[in-house]
């Protein structure tokens, strides 16, 4: 007889019932995708002191998530090609800027099998760039599906190198230290459009010639691309006479399971700031709930 | 649906979808696998993401050998067995390495949260990783011996011995754990206590 059947079948079930997050899928594949099309010599191991994994382990990896999409489908779904003189001067003359301040409104809509009824949710974002005092973002989000309605507000601090994230529903809050290479990535991130403007030009892209967004007149180009696990549309509007982006619009299709759009607008360039909009208060009877 | 030999052979004309069909495939297994092997949600998403990065890497000259479920699960026993051994330099404590707060869960994965799983994670990190990877990829993953053996590159000597040293000790843990009023909350124990 065997002495631990019990505890065998005591194991057999409580086999865990466990299905993988959207957001884990979308950046497996993403990644397993552009592994097939550029394989590289060595083993791939995910940096665990990278920044996406420090967001990623905040109440705020639903927003981080969300970008990281933008970012990771523009590394893998633009093609190589030359560039264009036009897009190039609108890149140089964003990369001067110091300040700038955008909106990103975002729908999704997630499907756990292809033909299920999807989860829906909505998600706004207020950001705040300065190169010299860091980043503000202030987010709402909202789960249709069980009409749910959250706020966090995050904050990066370069001359603290620390992350906060602050939950007013929940009472709690987040810090984070950020090393000096922590900070170096965050810098090369994409919080902000510049990442995908970098993307557009160094792939192939449409002019839509000029039209008018609340009375501006625009230039737009546009970027498509896909196969047969993934479409993606971007599409840029520049002020004529500015050379600066009025409106980016990305729309993320996946495996039919998965649809975004994303609305980046209402930016303001070089708008003055000081420190004092980037520092953060946390009231005394708010929990840290800090993971180690 | 198509079968792996198929499937591996579009994978190797570089085929996306079947790449993405053997993703959906064996996703949920291989994450279950690795959470039950290191108790962190974020580090079993590491695992099961880097497995497939490198897999993803072998388009063009993939070659089938058995099972492709056997050899990534075989290739998450490896790699959760590396970064086991990163975190075990580091002698964090046990509490700390199980205690998982819930809000960094979504509902899908708060599902596994239920005290018998929590309690077999927590017995489970007191016995050897080799002991524990072959007693969950014999009764969580329903591979033979003969099948872990062979997953593993060892004898099936070698894993028969490793199963029954693990259980014993698992068994011996659960039967301290109905004296201990600790964990004598856990519903289930006590049908699990061995006679």
Redesign the interface.
Known sequence: MNPYKQTEDWIRQTRPDIETPASMDSRILMDSYAAMTSPSSGPVHSDPQSLRRIFMKTPFKLTAAAIGIIAVSAVFLFPTNAGSIALADVYSKVQQVQTYIYNISMTMAVSKTEGAPPQNMEMETAVTVSTEYGVKMENTMHRLDQDKITTQQMYIIPGEKKMAVIMPAEKSYTTTELSDDQMEEFKKQNHDPRQVIEQMLNGQYTDLGFSKIDGVKVQGFQSQTGDDAGNLTTILWVDVDTWLPIRLEITLTMEKKMESHFVIDQFQWNVPVTAADFKYTIPDDYTDTTQP | MLDEKQLIKQFNQ????A??QI?QRY??DL??FA??LLHDV??A??V???V????????GHYTLKGKLRNYLLASVANRSHDLWRQKSRKERPLD?TVAM?T??Y?P??Y??L?E??T??QKILSKIPYEQRQI?LLH??QDLTFREVACTLGISINTVQSRYRYG??K??TL?KEGTKNESVQTNR?LD?????
């Open positions: 570089g085929s996306k979808d790449l993405c993703y996703k949920n994450y279950g959470m039950s974020q580090t998403e590491d099961v993401h880097d497939f990065v490198s897999f993803a890497q072998k388009s700390e707060p809000t960094q979504s899908e994965q599902r596994i239920t018998e799983y309690l077999l007693i009764l969580h259980l014993e698992l068994s659960l289930g049908s699990a206590n061995p006679a």
